[in-house]
């Protein structure tokens, strides 16, 4: 099967409509994302995240470009880019989500995870509500969930509860979805059916976006091999790949965002920019590979992802 090397566009009508049947709060603050920001009208969503000062440290995250170490950074920076929204943990959005008020689209993280030990089957803590999403003026809430895990059970269903909850009160509800655990070794995490697999879970649990992270061409269980090798799924390339997780979440039916992953060189980031494009992906959410870099670097890197999803720069 020859590679797919353009994907089909989506109006903003044509998405909501996925969504039909949603209260609607929540199709607003999907309009919302949709439309604000450098890329807003267009379907493509750049977000920038900032919860890697809890996930990794502040030294790890912050300490080769100091100024980010205060929030407001991230604020300005999501704002100047023209970031679709800016999503990041309680304490973050405090500091300041009334300074800015309404200048960009907030998401509040409900879960996170620290690395202060080390866990094979990693489970993160509830460490917000959704009524402090409500508070500070977002638009929806994250939450990360680890297929794989020992604990994954209790991940579902804790996220069950808060989805009808955000859902009922007219919040979008974005899913990071993850494999990890004790039995997937570290290349299965990113293997093209683990990351499919995972992408179909979160869509099941009722995300309304979904990020994951860009996958490999290697595949991890012995009875996926055999269908895919019966049937000669492509999964060659890279576009081929994104194509195939987009397949995954409902055909296509629901908002898939991809990772930009740790810190890499910027013509790297951007040829996995031009897959996701026509793979059909509506998206990035980029946040070491954006403001671990100097102020004006992070504008024109910003630049760059933005024209490429655009259609401005090829």
Request: aromatic share 8%; glycine share 10%.
């Amino acid at each position: 099967m020859a590679e797919r090397t353009s994907a089909p566009s989506h109006t903003m009508q044509e998405i909501l409509r996925w969504y039909a049947g949603q209260n609607p709060g929540v199709l607003t603050n999907l309009y919302r994302l949709l439309n604000h920001g450098r890329l807003a009208g267009t379907g493509k969503l750049v977000i920038l995240p900032v919860d890697q000062g809890w996930e990794h440290g502040p030294g790890r995250s912050f300490g080769m470009n100091p100024p980010a170490y205060d929030p407001l950074y991230h604020f300005r920076l999501g704002i100047e880019a023209g970031c679709n929204a800016f999503a990041a943990p309680l304490g973050m959005l405090e500091v300041g989500a009334a300074e800015y008020a309404g200048q960009i689209p907030l998401i509040l993280k409900l879960n996170n995870h620290d690395v202060l030990q080390d866990e094979e089957d990693p489970l993160g803590a509830q460490t917000a509500s959704v009524d402090d999403a409500l508070r500070l003026g977002c638009v929806g809430i994250g939450y990360t969930i680890y297929p794989g895990t020992r604990d994954r059970r209790l991940q579902y269903e804790q996220i069950r509860a808060i989805a009808e909850e955000a859902k009922a009160k007219g919040l979008a509800v974005v899913m990071w979805a993850y494999a990890r655990g004790a039995k997937l070794a570290s290349k299965d995490e990113t293997a093209i059916d683990v990351i499919t697999y995972a992408a179909q879970i979160a869509a099941q649990l009722g995300a309304h976006i979904i990020k994951v992270k860009l996958p490999s061409d290697h595949i991890a269980l012995d009875a996926a091999r055999k269908v895919y090798e019966k049937n000669n799924i492509p999964v060659a390339t890279m576009t081929e790949r994104v194509s195939h997780v987009m397949d995954s979440a409902f055909g296509g039916r629901r908002i898939v965002i991809f990772s930009g992953g740790g810190a890499k060189e910027s013509e790297a980031v951007f040829d996995e920019i031009r897959a996701i494009r026509d793979g059909g992906g509506f998206g990035s959410i980029i946040g070491r590979n954006s403001f671990q870099r100097p102020w004006d670097d992070a504008l024109a890197f910003l630049n760059t992802v933005m024209g490429i999803y655009e259609g401005s720069i090829d």
